[in-house]
């Protein structure tokens, strides 16, 4: 998921950061002084410094490998990058507005979904390792993406997705890996995909409740928050901002059924990214400092809700986003941007 660092993503599940061309601002939060650095609190992790990257990158498979779209004369470009080998998946006419998106991996198979010009938006895979890209289908109704990691999920050989108009009902559409015809399972009101097999009731409530519903099992958790908290959740954490009358107060993690809940970060943080405890444990959050409502750029921090420890990532940051237990985010000019990333799998 590509989601950008902003100000305003304490009233949202992420929010949109400008590019930054100014100097880098001191952190505002004194809670900073004496953090870890990356290099002090995962020194083993695989992690990695891009500058010079050619392609906008969608997705990192490992610390050094990107998918992402590259823009010529007359076409766009998808495209995976490791070193000076660049292999090309697609490429579709710039005329046509292509878009890529949901990009995931699952096992050793890559799924994205695309759209160009006035096509329906298909559904595409192509193995990791090679061979030639192929359209499972093109039969995805009206699709509900929120730039999550879960807007594709791929669960018992098949890819899920979420479709529907209105909020009566809506759709959970699956197809196999191995293309063919489109099943259609209808819920009840208005959902979005989470970590399969589990549906949310909403992308982030301020309604009292957020519900969760496993489709296997039919179980449903109802997570208790008040009208003065934003939360958004996982089957396993939720994320809760409290707001009180100059915006937030804090922000807090706890489990669905309401247990376990302990403060993350003051009023000096805002959720960075959109998924909510990446891996069941990382919390990406950012740090504003006084200059970034015209710089564009804010601190960049993990708080392990395993260890309870925060770790400053960067000072000044610009885009961020995580898919597939890789974080990824760029720092410096826009015309000279940097991209570092961190495998959160190896931490």
Known sequence: MRTAISLGVALLAAGALLAGTLPEPPPRNPGAVG?????????????????????????????????????????????????????????????????????????????????????????????????????????????????????????????????????????????????????????????????????????GSQSGTVRMRNMTTGQEVRAPVSGAEWTMCSPVWCRVMVMNGDGLARMDAMRPDGADRRRMAGPEAQAAVGDVAVLDRFEILSEPGPESDLTGVAGLVVHDLTTGRTVTLAAAADLAATKDGMLWWSTGRQEAAVWHTLDLRTV
């Open 35 to 203: 953090r870890p650095s990356l290099a002090q609190a995962w020194p083993d992790a695989a992690r990695a410094d891009l500058p010079g990257l050619t392609v906008e990158p969608l997705l990192f498979l490992d610390a050094t490998t990107v998918v992402g779209t590259r823009a010529s004369a007359d076409a766009v470009h998808l495209v995976v990058v490791k070193g000076d080998v660049e292999r090309e998946l697609r490429r579709l006419p710039a005329a046509d507005e292509p878009r890529f998106e949901g990009l995931t991996v699952a096992g050793d198979e890559m799924v994205w979904t695309e759209a160009a010009g006035d096509r329906p938006v298909e559904v595409w895979a192509v193995r990791r390792e090679g061979g030639a890209p192929r359209r499972l289908t093109a039969d995805t109704g009206n699709t509900l993406f929120y730039g999550n990691q879960y807007d594709l999920v791929v669960a018992d050989g098949r890819v899920h997705w979420a479709a529907g108009e209105g909020n009566a009902a809506t759709e959970i559409r699956s197809v196999p890996l191995t293309g063919g015809k489109v099943e259609i399972r209808e819920e009840k009101g208005q959902w979005a995909l989470s970590a399969w097999p589990w549906l949310t009731d909403d992308t």
